[in-house]
Structure formats: C-alpha cells, structure tokens
C-alpha cells in the first residue's frame, strides 16, 4: 500500500474510539515508520563519507576509480564506490566539477 493510502487511512480513524481502531493506527504506524532507521543510517553514512570525498577532491581531475582507490580505507563500512559515484553525480554533483571524457573526472567546484 502507498504510504499516502495508509496516511489517509489514519486520519479517516484518528477519532474512533475502540481498541480495534486503535490496534489497526498502531499497526499503519508501524509501516509507515518502516525503513525510517536504515535511512536515516544511510544518510549518516552519505554525510561521513562526504566531508572525506570533499577534503580530499581538489582542483586536479580524478576518476571516480582513482579518487576510490585513495580512499577506500578511509571511507567508512558500507560505503561502496557505487555509492561514491552516486554521490558525486547526483548529491554532490552542485559542489563537484565533471570534467567530460571517455571516462569522467571530477574535481571540486
């Protein structure tokens, strides 16, 4: 079900009064909230790893491959180089200069 649907759901119940209505808010709650934590992790992990991306990048061009060898170690677990190049060409991308080629290359704005 769209988060919307269950949205709407809960506030057509909101002011019923019973145990069953309040059993079924609790339980559309519960799905709604569902993920909220590995977002927020996942954000968490994105910003750690940006303030090491962005200390590192300079004006000379790098690859993503290149820029990821350098700082494989560094970047925290569970940050992947697919999520370094997603980062740097679509969160990032307004504080990141692509210069274009057969492979692309980055450097700070």
């Known amino acids: 079900m769209k988060k919307i649907t269950l949205n709407t759901i809960l506030s057509l119940i909101a002011n019923i009064d019973t145990p069953e209505a309040q059993e079924v808010r609790d339980e559309i709650q519960v799905e709604l909230n569902k993920g909220a934590e590995a977002k927020a992790m996942n954000a968490e992990l994105y910003d750690t790893a940006k303030g090491i991306v962005m200390n590192t990048l300079s004006e000379t061009p790098v690859t993503i491959g290149e820029l990821w060898d350098a700082l494989a ?10 999520k370094l190049q997603y980062a740097m060409t679509r969160l990032w991308a307004s504080e990141i200069t692509k210069i274009e080629g057969k492979v692309n290359s ?4």
């Open 73 to 82: 170690d560094e970047l925290p677990d569970g940050f992947t180089k697919g």
């Open 106 to 109: 980055y450097c700070k704005a």
